[in-house]
């Protein structure tokens, strides 16, 4: 019975009535004798705190551009989950382990701190996971591709220069 009118108060959300348009949608349902209700407006743009943000931390500079900097700026730019010293996922973990094996300079960004970010580097790369790496500018892709490159020694082949880069300055 509880289910059936959970149901029921969760097809509550309120659609246009005849002759207008509401701009609310409301939802509600009952959970262990507790009802819990919402109504939130249906336009994101209707108050600024809702309105989508592409800026990164309050800069003038889109998360787009941002990218292409990190990108062109950093010879190899790894977006994960979590900081190289820290991963936060088993796929970035591998990721950072494989191309620390290189000793060449690794810059990151934590794509758990900023969900619009994570979203822009998708956007950039057209690729949907991560971690996603990128190496003198070219996306190369994620832990698994960089670890067959390290098997093939193909990766040896690509970071050689960027090494060699990190040896003279040391």
Not at 70 to 92: A, H, L, R, T, W
Not at 131 to 141: L, N, Y
């Amino acid at each position: 019975m509880a289910r059936a009118l959970s149901n029921l108060l969760l097809k509550g959300i309120t659609g246009s009535p005849a002759g207008g348009s509401n701009r609310m949608a409301s939802a509600s349902f009952i959970q262990r004798g507790m009802r819990y209700s919402t109504t939130v407006p249906n336009d994101p743009d209707t108050h600024d705190d809702f309105k989508p943000m592409d800026k990164f931390q309050d800069s003038a500079t889109s998360l787009k551009d941002v990218v292409e900097q990190d990108v062109k700026e950093n010879p190899v730019m790894i977006y994960m989950k979590g900081v190289p010293e820290f991963p936060q996922c088993g796929f970035s973990s591998l990721a950072v382990r494989v191309l620390k094996h290189y000793n060449v300079p690794l810059n990151a960004r934590n794509i758990l701190e900023n969900a619009e970010l994570k979203s822009a580097v998708k956007a950039f790369s057209h690729w949907p996971t991560f971690p996603q790496i990128f190496i003198k500018g070219e996306f190369i892709g994620g832990s698994d591709i960089v670890m067959n490159m390290h098997q093939s020694g193909e990766l040896k082949e690509k970071l050689k220069d960027i090494a060699a880069n990190q040896e003279k300055s040391a």
